[in-house]
């Protein structure tokens, strides 16, 4: 775990192996202008945008603040457990290299800026089957991916049932 005051630079790759990585920049941008970091979970909070480099398993990232962006550049497939961006125009773009992209349940949400998931030898799929199943069962509809911007979805290989809920998008 890393928690700093204010933001965070990574200068070079970190290996965590299967270990879990923590990094907290509790006033500030998590950025990582070289190497990436292997981890089987990320989590990442930042108040000022998220850049990172991943090869991960598991990914969870938040943007807390009133500004910034997220941008991750995964080289493998990944499942998304959380990718939130509290800013009021914050982008999220998320780019798997050479994997699927795994979205869980309401794991993906903008409060206004635009969405862009590319898989770009991949797929984009349902990551939690089983929680639609009961939903399902109950009646209700899960919502993966939400935006008051615009979404994007583009992989090699195809695109799962995604369930998109915004403004505009019906």
């Known amino acids: ?21 923590v990094l907290t ?12 970091i292997t981890a089987d979970l990320l989590t990442a909070n930042a108040t000022a945008g998220v850049t990172l480099m991943t090869n991960v398993n598991s990914l969870s990232v938040v943007n807390s603040g009133v500004a910034g962006n997220i941008a991750i550049t995964e080289a ?10 509290a800013a009021a125009a ?13 979205l869980n349940n309401g794991s993906v949400s903008s ?38 911007g615009a979404v994007s979805l ?3 290989t195809g695109i799962g049932t995604t369930q998109v809920s915004g403004l505009g998008i019906g």
């Open 111 to 148: 409060q206004g800026g635009n969405i862009s998931l590319t898989a770009t030898a991949g797929a984009s799929v349902d990551a939690d089957v089983a929680a639609d199943a009961l939903a399902a069962a109950n009646l209700q509809t899960l919502t993966s991916i939400s935006s008051n």
């Open 154 to 156: 583009n992989a090699a």
């Open 76 to 85: 493998n497939g990944l499942t998304v457990a959380s990718l939130v961006n």
């Open 25 to 36: 920049a509790g006033n500030g941008a998590i950025t990582q202008p070289g190497g990436s």
């Open 90 to 102: 914050g982008q999220i773009s998320l780019v798997s290299t050479t994997g699927n992209i795994g």
């Open 1 to 21: 775990s890393l928690l700093a005051g204010t933001s965070i630079t990574l200068n070079s790759a970190i290996n965590l192996g299967g270990g879990d990585a």
